[in-house]
């Protein structure tokens, strides 16, 4: 899923959570993952003019961003200052995960992504996913995909109708 699949179909998922919560907090919790990876990732290849295995430690879009790790450090600052923020956040990290998860389990659809996989249970799960994109633009073309087209249409319908 993309970004509307993301805000969309979280949305639904979590709504019987996030009703006293920060909705744009939420949001950014839905988005956060990708954003995080996905610019670590390619200011890393831009930067070195390396590639997916030949970059140190993240060799792709799902790396920090996609892990327990990085969910259980929203969850904890969301005890320590901006409870309603940070809980916020904290659902849609969730929920990013989760519809990561059914993209790339339901859909089979790794091949088309470039990521074979979530990266939860890093670092026992040893390294980071590879990205098979020779490029940002390469890893843009994917969004032409079907599958990509009907959950941006679907998910900017969720949001519209929630
Ligand atoms: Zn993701």
Excluded: N
């Excluded at 979530?118 to 390469?138: E, K, Y």
């Amino acid at each position: 899923m993309f970004i509307l699949g993301h805000l969309g179909f979280g949305t639904r998922l979590a709504q019987g959570q996030i009703k006293h919560l920060p909705r744009k907090a939420f949001w950014l919790g839905c988005l956060l993952p990708d954003l995080i990876d996905k610019a670590s990732y390619y200011t890393l290849s831009w930067s070195t003019g390396l590639q997916g295995a030949a970059l140190p430690l993240i060799h792709g879009t799902r790396s920090l961003g996609h892990t327990l790790i990085f969910l259980a450090l929203c969850w904890g600052l969301s005890r320590y200052k901006h409870p309603f923020f940070f809980k916020a956040l904290t659902w849609g990290v969730v929920t990013h995960f989760v519809l990561d998860l059914i993209t790339d389990q339901c859909t089979g659809l790794p091949h088309i992504t470039g990521i074979s996989h979530i990266p939860l249970l890093w670092p026992l799960s040893g390294a980071f996913p590879t990205s098979p994109h020779p490029s940002l633009s390469h890893h843009l073309l994917s969004i032409g995909h079907p599958f990509f087209i009907v959950t941006e249409i679907l998910g900017a319908i969720a949001l519209l109708k929630g």
